[in-house]
């Protein structure tokens, strides 16, 4: 059974965070912290909009790679999103607080999210 109008509800929060982020990096906004952190925040919504739509066990939680793992329960063919998850989880906690990151966000960290979000968002969009 899917639950459409609370999946919806997920993928519209999912694109506000998506564009946000897009929209500052493509106007070379060296807000790399936030960027990163609305990728991130984009993606978890993304996964969680899929689990909505499925009816599977939903927990509040902001680890990508345990979001991915209720998905992957349901098709395994949510595996190829791995990497991309586990890149970005680090930006939820990291990117909030001064002395969690080791080093500087850069351009370079914003591109690589950016790239994981897309195939995380298209990948989750073709499954709802």
Known sequence: MVNQASSLEW???AEEDFQFAKINFEEEKEFFDQICFHFQQSAEKYLK?????KNLEFRKIH????????CVKNDSSFEVLREECEYLTEFYM???YPTL??????KEHAKKALMAIEKIRNFVRGKI
Do not use: Q
């Open 63 to 70: 680890e990508l790679p345990t979001i991915l793992d209720h």
């Open 49 to 53: 909009a899929y689990i909505v739509a």
């Open 11 to 13: 993928i519209k929060k």
């Open 94 to 96: 990291e990117t909030r």
């Open 101 to 106: 990151w080791e080093g500087k966000i850069t």
